[in-house]
């Protein structure tokens, strides 16, 4: 039987885990042409990820953006989450510029990172255009975890006894 590209990924993960990174990087590199596909490379992306190797995940990352493939948001909330686990949190907006220069459309979790990003970098008017920016994004209804987020951002800058308290009670409306 022939693997799909989905197997090839599995494979790339069970091979971090077991073996090790460098069984994984063998297996991809091992792999045929027409096996290095978006999902295969978003699976050594996120071994890369989850051993905080950002070098590496950084060159990965231009590898597969000359390669030419279709890239979804699951490839750069990979790199954003990587950025996030290390502290360099100022790489992340350039990621999410990425994506919009790409026209890839971000996903819940990519909305999640950036506003956990803004917050943990006390950026208060960046969470709240993020927050606004999914508001009007279609897909994305009003949630508890857009009031939980933006209540993390108040408390954590210290700003939740001086805020208006209007963006806290339209999310809580929607609850």
Same mark, same amino acid.
């Given at each position: ?21 460098? &069984? ?25 990820? &989850? ?19 279709? #890239? ?23 990621? &999410? ?16 990172? #950036? ?52 963006? #806290? ?7």
């Amino acid at each position: 039987f022939e693997l799909s590209d989905s197997d090839y990924a599995v494979c790339i993960d069970l091979m971090t885990k077991v073996f090790g990174i460098d &069984a994984a990087e063998r297996y991809f590199e091992g792999l045929p042409p027409s096996a290095k596909t978006c999902e295969t490379y978003t699976a050594l992306l996120h071994s890369y990820a &989850a051993s905080k190797l950002t070098e590496k995940a950084e060159d990965l990352f231009d590898r597969i953006k000359e390669s030419n493939l279709s #890239l979804s948001a699951l490839t750069y909330n990979e790199l954003m989450t990587l950025y996030m686990s290390v502290g360099q949190l100022e790489k992340i907006p350039f990621i &999410a510029e990425e994506m919009k220069r790409q026209k890839v459309a971000p996903d819940l979790f990519t909305y999640n990172l #950036l506003v956990s990003s803004s917050a943990a970098g006390l950026n208060i008017d960046e969470a709240r255009h993020i927050l606004d920016e999914m508001r009007i994004q279609s897909g994305f209804s009003d949630s508890w975890l857009r009031y939980v987020n933006l209540v993390k951002v108040y408390i954590s800058s210290g700003h939740l006894v001086n805020c208006d308290f209007n963006s #806290l009670v339209e999310s809580e409306k929607g609850i």
